[in-house]
């Protein structure tokens, strides 16, 4: 468990727990009374150190290496701690990538997020949906696990992290077994009291079990379909918790890799964590997966505002929670208050503290990070600067999504004209029934400032190397194809413009344009020539689609197209309706990503007339009473009006929201 890191580089408290004197654990006399501290993070994504692999620059909002000075403040405070992580660890980055699919691990190496997770003394983890990106034959090599799925089996046992992982639902088709263990007992040393205030040492046995979105069966569907298979978390909850009380577990933490759904349960629920917390037992639930911030009391995700959900104390039906949002922005700190009845330790729930702890301090600067973290990852973090700079073709103009939800189309015609250009060649080559039939691509504005005002796509002019691409497309995901019909292509535009609130034409007060809760990844547009329409956002959600037309004519609800898009959206991922992995016919084993790094190796040159200026949609045009705002980077109208869009104004500068956005007006009547 790298016990020879030197002490002065102090990694998050290592130093402290090598020299801490051995305890002589006992069972706790009746009235004892200890805190137990589990900390959390979420949805790493690989982001191991502050850096931005698509700026080239460092990035001092995210990275474990500012989180790890959280956790090491954490366990000075607290004289006991236990630390987990939530999932979606291993893909998210260049850096994930490099390790995956550029240069892989040997058998014996260790992954290089699992090293630093390693000195900073995790205790255990559960695993995310993004775990099974990149394939099963991967996530056994670097979790050191022998999965026991057909056609993946490691012939032996590599390197892993140095804790356990657990997972509940999700079992191997083969043995009916789950792929990783479901659930661990963790047996923690602390320090306590005892009923008349004296301090004693003591035993606390606490049970981990994980769950992962059982919709990973339609996102990475050509990963596992066949190999593997899901529960639902409730059902994988009911089963496993009662065998951990029966062994011993005196308390129990969820680590469950989703959010909170209000809607009638499934067991192909996304986000049931609402459910889980139902479930009797749970003592302590670790959420994660949709990149929010829990406890909040200032949240207006709908999630936070369901009955039975308390996000200021970060309680959900009583039972303590906790969200790290994600990329080691915060840490999770449930601070359980135990109390011991003879026979074991019991939380006193009323008594426990939920926080979110910020890497970013109350004057906006950010915690240091913690150097022996990118030691640990030097050698791994620059040969991803270096694989990210290699230099694919050019580009004479800016490509960029600040404005990509009202109109640009900068940043997502050469990932659209890349799809359409292969699809077009592998149905000439290969579905020769489809060969009258129009090609079509959707894309989405991946990057569209969810963590912040940095967090947009923008390519500047120029040289395009990898890193440009992987900034243009953010996901490893495979290129797929579908066949629907004119109506099929109506809804799935319908479902893209849920992007938009529901205008008032009439109101005075300004009316807020997107809607946050939808996001920029599911607002899908083409951006062809061919296809023509409006979005009205005066109408209802579904009813927003105008004039549909394929050079120039309407389009039949008969009609039938090919489009591209992703492994995800194919599979059923954002439930676009019909979109369910039954109209696949193309199902690429190259990923988006690579497809796009052909077709600009291809190109060479992109230029702002054949790759930067044709949309597909427009607004219906409208006069309000009142401005129709929304919110991007400041001091970026230029470029909006760059790409044609006459229409914006930058109304404030800083629109008071605290993230470094700008408020800009959208005029419908122009």
Not at 97 to 123: E, F, H, S
Not at 408 to 431: F, G
Not at 569 to 594: E, M, Q, W, Y
Request: charged content about 20%; glycine content about 8%.
């Amino acid at each position: 468990m790298h016990h020879s890191i030197p002490c002065q580089i102090g990694i998050a408290g290592l130093c402290a727990v090598l020299a801490a004197p051995a305890l002589a654990a006992t069972s706790a006399p009746k009235g004892a009374s200890a805190t137990l501290a589990v900390l959390e993070t979420t949805d790493l994504h690989s982001n191991v150190v502050g850096y931005d692999y698509f700026k080239l620059a460092a990035e001092p909002s995210i990275g474990l290496d500012r989180t790890a000075r959280l956790i090491a403040q954490a366990r000075e405070e607290f004289a006991n701690t236990i630390l987990f992580d939530n999932g979606d660890t291993i893909q998210g980055n260049a850096l994930a990538d490099w390790q995956a699919l550029v240069k892989p691990l040997r058998c014996d190496q260790t992954l290089g997020i699992y090293k630093v997770m390693n000195a900073l003394k995790y205790d255990g983890a559960s695993i995310g949906n993004h775990e099974f990106n990149y394939g099963l034959a991967y996530l056994s090599q670097v979790t050191g696990k022998r999965f026991q799925v057909a056609g993946v089996d490691q012939p032996r046992r590599c390197a892993g992290p140095a804790f356990p992982q657990v997972l509940a639902n999700v079992y191997s088709v083969k043995t009916k077994k789950p792929i990783f263990e479901p659930w661990r007992i963790i047996e923690k040393r602390i320090k306590a009291t005892d009923a008349s205030g004296r301090p004693i040492e003591a035993l606390v046995k606490v049970g981990i079990i994980g769950f992962t979105p059982p919709t990973i069966m339609s996102w990475d569907k050509r990963w596992l379909e066949g190999k593997v298979y899901t529960t639902g978390v409730r059902e994988a909850a009911l089963k496993y918790i009662p065998e951990m009380r029966r062994k011993g577990a005196d308390i129990v933490v969820a680590i469950a890799h989703g959010g909170l759904d209000a809607n009638p349960y499934t067991p192909a629920m996304e986000n049931a964590g609402w459910y889980l917390a139902q479930v009797p037992g749970v003592d302590a639930m670790l959420l994660g997966h949709s990149h929010q911030l829990f406890p909040n009391a200032a949240s207006t995700a709908p999630q936070f505002n369901l009955p039975g959900v308390d996000k200021a104390k970060g309680l959900v039906h009583g039972v303590p929670t906790v969200m790290a949002n994600l990329w080691g922005k915060h840490l999770g700190v449930i601070a359980l208050q135990l109390r011991a009845s003879g026979k074991g330790w019991t939380v006193e729930k009323d008594k426990t503290v939920v926080e979110a702890r910020a890497a970013q301090n109350a004057d906006k600067s950010f915690v240091a990070p913690d150097p022996a973290v990118s030691d640990l990852v030097r050698e791994e973090h620059e040969a991803t600067i270096g694989y990210v700079k290699t230099p694919v073709g050019s580009t004479d103009f800016r490509m960029t999504t600040y404005f990509a939800d009202v109109g640009d189309p900068s940043a997502l015609q050469v990932v659209n004209a890349a799809q359409t250009r292969y699809v077009k060649s592998y149905v000439a080559a290969n579905l020769p029934q489809y060969a009258k039939l129009p090609v079509l691509s959707m894309s989405a504005p991946f990057k569209s400032g969810l963590a912040g005002a940095f967090d947009f796509t923008d390519v500047p002019a120029g040289n395009l190397a990898l890193n440009n691409a992987a900034d243009l497309y953010l996901y490893p995901n495979a290129l797929y194809a579908v066949k629907i019909d004119g109506a099929g292509l109506k809804a799935w535009l319908e479902t893209s413009a849920r992007r938009f609130n529901t205008i008032d034409p009439g109101r005075t007060e300004p009316q807020e344009l997107v809607n946050a809760a939808v996001p920029s990844y599911n607002f899908d547009t083409p951006t062809s020539g061919e296809i023509s329409y409006e979005i009205d956002v005066t109408q209802a959600p579904g009813a927003r689609i105008r004039k549909l037309s394929l050079r120039g004519v309407p389009v039949t609800p008969e009609q039938e197209f090919i489009v591209a898009t992703n492994n995800y959206r194919a599979s059923g991922g954002g439930n676009f309706p019909g979109l369910d992995g039954s109209k696949t016919v193309l199902a690429s084993p190259d990923t988006s990503r690579d497809v796009l790094i052909a077709y600009i190796r291809d190109v060479k040159q992109l230029t702002r007339a054949a790759h930067g200026a044709t949309r597909s949609w427009r607004f219906t045009k409208v006069k309000t009473a009142g401005p129709v705002v929304f919110h991007s980077a400041p001091g970026m109208l230029g470029l909006a009006q760059d790409a044609g869009l006459d229409n914006l104004s930058q109304v404030r500068a800083d629109d008071g929201l605290g993230k470094g956005f700008a408020l800009y007006a959208l005029d419908l009547a122009k």
